[in-house]
C-alpha cells in the first residue's frame, strides 16, 4: 500500500513540474491540420492563440509528401522555398519557440503555399519583472563644487534575465515542497 502511495505522489509531482514549466502545444489548424485550402487562415488561427518561448507547434500533414518550412519574412511573402532556416519533415513536425519575435512557416511545395498553406507566428517575450531603481540620494552626497540638486544622469540597470528563470525555479520547488506536504498528511491520516 505504500507503495502505491509513493507512486501517486510521484505523478503528481511530475504532473506539478510539467504544469509549472509553461510549455504548450499547439496543433497547427486544429483538427484540419496542415493543409492548401484550409477554410480558416492559418494566419487566422494562430492569432487566436498566444504563443510564449517553449512553446510547441505540432504540424500534421495528411500524408508523408509535404514539409513545412522556416523561412525569412521575403520567402513567407512571395512563398520562395530556397534558401529555408529549417525544413520539418514527415507527417506530423514538430517545432519549438526558442526565442521571441516573429517566425515564418511555409509549405515546402510552392503551389500549397500559394493555396494558403503558410503562417505568421508572433512569439510573446519573457517579461521578467523589473530590478527596482535605487533611491535617489540627498543632495550632500553629489560631489562637491557641483551647484544643482539635480541627480546625476543614470543608465537602465543591465536586465538581469536568470532573475525570472530563478524565480519560476523557486515557485516550482515552493508547489512540489507543497505539494509532498499536503500529501504526506493525507496518507498519515
Known amino acids: 500500500m505504500k507503495t502505491v502511495h509513493v507512486m501517486i505522489v510521484a505523478i503528481v509531482v511530475c504532473y506539478i513540474i510539467g504544469a509549472c514549466n509553461g510549455h504548450e502545444e499547439f496543433h497547427v489548424g486544429g483538427a484540419e491540420g496542415w493543409r492548401p485550402h484550409p477554410s480558416e487562415s492559418f494566419n487566422q488561427w494562430a492569432q487566436k492563440h498566444r504563443f ?8 500534421e500533414h495528411k ?10 519574412k521575403q520567402h513567407y511573402d512571395t512563398c520562395d522555398n530556397s534558401n529555408p532556416y529549417l525544413k520539418l519533415i514527415g507527417g506530423k513536425s514538430i517545432f519549438d519557440f526558442g ?11 510552392h503551389e500549397q503555399c500559394e493555396a494558403g498553406e503558410k503562417m505568421v507566428v508572433a512569439v510573446m517575450a519573457d517579461r521578467a519583472p523589473s530590478p527596482p531603481l535605487p533611491a535617489r540620494p540627498p543632495p550632500s552626497h553629489f560631489p562637491k563644487g557641483d551647484s544643482s540638486d ?3 544622469v543614470s543608465r537602465p540597470l543591465p536586465h538581469n534575465s536568470s532573475s525570472a528563470s530563478s524565480s519560476s525555479n523557486n515557485r516550482v520547488l515552493a508547489s512540489m515542497v507543497y505539494l509532498v506536504l499536503t500529501v504526506g498528511i493525507i496518507f498519515r491520516a
Open 63 to 72: 500524408d508523408d509528401k509535404d514539409s513545412v518550412l522556416v523561412v525569412k
Open 150 to 152: 539635480t541627480a546625476p
Open 52 to 59: 510564449h518561448i517553449s512553446d510547441r507547434l505540432v504540424f
Open 99 to 109: 526565442r521571441s519575435g516573429e517566425y515564418f512557416f511555409i509549405s515546402e511545395n
